[in-house]
């Protein structure tokens, strides 16, 4: 592409480009329909697209690793140093920036790694898009779609670009991501006037929108920022939060607010009982810091990277980190039934006439039919296609009349040489209410009136041998065109019967599932009888059964209480998928597992979306999670990890809520008794950072089966009862240290402060270890690197009074009597935490 061409690109026509004809951008663009060569696509890509990325990958490292020193309490500390820096205590400077700096190269490197994890998962389920380039169909990354490109669409694709029409058959798009509607808007080629309102542009193709039925070749005009879709993002640059991430979110607040106001009522209490003012606003600061769950976002994003990492060798993919928590959360799946209890490889179990015999004439239509259709890729056309040898076929295509959900058919027109057909191939009821004549075996043609509940007769009793039946038609036409309006006054010929065996393996993946109290509920399109053979063969005795037809004559209310019982919803219309999830989802956290344009409402709907990877683009978009392989086991594996992650993160919120909250509290209200700092500001500091690398660890560390075998769930009211009962907890075995070291052992200031801050480290690092496990601390087995970081922790904080520079975080050598005293307090803090935490999970969790 020329550089005249990329100055092209900056004229107005572009925001006004349905005013023209294709002709006119054919000249703009310098191409034709063959394409771009390959030269033009990349000189132009690499001007406007690569160079802006590399720049992107290093503005996003610096802003990361700005934004580490920017939340609240980063910059509470900043202030800290400068004022220590202001009035000359060099010591402080040096080490509150250390403590400082470190903790947010810490921060920093976790959370790009995570970050870098979020990147490969993406390019890992890019979309793509057809092309034509140098008169050659080729598929390439839908972002290195550029202006003056020609692209091939069919059902289901995602549009990469904004678009004018070349050509279009039966083409009907779903345009709800820009106009809100969700009923399909009929797009064809023209020239439309150019103060025409977003409607009425049916010459054009929007980004971000998606092709219901029909094709199309179209001509790309505008790309990323310069899209509608583009430029809507752009302004509104706002993301949807889960409700994972809005409960932590909140819970996050409430936790400041409270550190806050401690904070600010210590402060002021020191400075009446005449404290240093310098003393007692950093102690204040350094309490604000130390009680605040500053890791909880890193601890988050760490273990949301730390599971998708997992998920992906589990083979799945995860498209948005946060969705992890979600799927820890989900009690009850809902899936289509092919491709996932069944095999998905249709077989072809026979052909026939309106009487079940074999029919040789049914069968070539219906081969026909599917060589020449031209939509998405579907199991049924590729069986069909598989049987026989089609390459010198002497038979010329006429046109198309594309499948649709509306429909549920695909008519094809053929010219044999000797004669024009159509051939229509669909859902049986769709056929057969099109045909008013059949042709019997001596090919004679009769009308159908006397035969069709004969014909009804024969395929439910198809049906309830478990085969999937779908019915073929055809007449004998004139023209060299086709639309909607031809497909009445039908011939009916045949009956094609399916079978889709049940996926080997499919009862132990649904015993795995309830195992881990997980429902599951099968959605389909197939009819009744079909379904509930389906339903018999996975054991289900005597299953309870939904139809879409008494769905749409239950109230909301009722069916709500309804569809807690059913088993399988068959004969269900894709709108209905929709209303099925949102209804279930007032009971349950339904997680929706669909991979053709028919499922995408219920994906959006779910609390959780699941596609494949060779499921059709939208269906792949609106997914929160995509199957390398469409099996059950896969995904069983998949919400594993899931409930990993969350109890990970939730094992930080209750150290941060227990030991932590109860530690800084305690050393609050010390600070008023005594008449000194119970914890110099640096000490706290310092031992937020030593144990801020094993809390790291959380991410990643092991989990109980116990906690696996059931849904996680986001429960304030379970945390907010286990901050007070072990807040409490902890701020009593303080209590005991305060009067054990000012009143027993009669120990000065520096050793006071020792003392206290070596039991804070070792109760903070040993709390970790038993709330981690809901079971007895030494009967699960933490992770590796969990392990080892707090034992040199404990190590570290043993011996650091011994070290040289001890005296510059006031530390002092303690007697033996004094550290025989800690070690006595803190393992009997141990074992009644242990005791405690084994009754709270007993009787509040479980409940």
Known sequence: MTDKHATDLKNEDLNCFWQYGIEYWYKRFSVSENGLSGLQASTYLSKSVNIRKSGQFINSDLSLFIGQFTNPLMLLLIGAILLSAFLGDISDVAIISLIVLSAGILSFVQERNAGKVAQQLKSLISVKSKVIREGQYIDIPSESIVPGDVIILNAGAIIPADCLLITSNELNVNEASLTGESFPVRKEIGVIKSDAILSQRTNCLWEGTNVVSGKAKALVINTGDQTLFGDIVTRSGTNVASAFEIGIKDFGFFLMKITLVLSVFILVVNLINEKSIIESTLFALALAVGMAPELLPAITTIAMSSGAKRLLAKKVIVKKLSSIQNLGEVNLLCTDKTGTITEGKIIIDKITDYEGNDSDYTRQLAIWNSIFETGYTNPIDEALK?????????????????????????????????????????????????????????????????????????????????????????????????????????????????????????????????????????????????????????????????????????????????????????????????????????????????????????????????????????????????????????????????????????????????????????????????????MLPKQILLTNFITDFPYMMIASDNVDQEQLNKPGKWKLKIINRYMVIFGIHSSFFYLITFVVLWFILKVQESAFQTGWFIESVFSELCILFIIRTHKSFLKSRPSNYLFVLSIMGLVLTLFLPYFPFAAYFGLVKLSLLQVTCMFGIVTLYIITADLLKIWFFNKYAKA
């Open 386 to 678: 598989a049987l026989g040898d089609h390459s010198n076929i002497n038979i010329t295509k006429i046109g198309e009349i594309p499948f649709d959900f509306l429909r549920k058919r695909i008519s094809i027109a053929v010219d044999t040489g000797s004669e024009k057909i159509l051939i229509s191939k669909g859902a049986f009821e769709q056929i057969l209410e099109t045909c008013s004549k059949l042709r019997s075996a001596d090919g004679s043609v009769c009308s159908i009136d006397i035969y069709k509940s004969n014909i009804r007769n024969l395929f439910e009793e198809y049906s309830l041998n478990g085969n999937r039946v779908i019915g073929v038609s055809f007449k004998r036409i004139t023209e060299n065109y086709i639309d909607r309006e031809d497909e009445k006054e039908m011939i009916f010929s045949g009956l094609i019967l399916l079978k889709d065996p049940i996926k080997a393996g499919i009862a132990e993946a649904i015993d795995e599932l309830k195992k881990l109290h997980i429902g599951l509920k099968i959605i389909t399109g197939d009819n009744r009888n079909v379904a509930r053979s389906i339903a018999n063969s996975l054991g289900i005795h005597q299953p309870l059964l939904m139809t879409g037809q008494e769905l749409q004559m239950t109230s909301s209310e009722a069916l709500v209480q309804k569809i807690k019982k059913i088993h399988i919803f068959a004969e269900i219309e894709p709108q209905q998928k929709e209303r099925i999830i949102l209804a279930l989802r007032k009971t349950y956290t339904v997680a929706y597992m669909g991979d053709g344009i028919n499922d995408v409402s219920a994906i959006n709907a779910a609390d959780v979306g699941i596609s494949v990877e060779n499921s059709v683009d939208i269906a792949r978009e609106a997914a929160d999670f995509v199957l390398m392989e469409k099996d059950l086991s896969v995904l069983v594996e998949g919400i594993k990890e899931g409930r990993k992650t969350f109890a990970n993160t939730l094992k930080y919120i209750y150290i941060s809520t227990g030991s932590t909250f109860g530690n800084m509290c305690s050393v609050a209200l010390a600070s008023i008794i005594l008449p000194f700092l119970p």
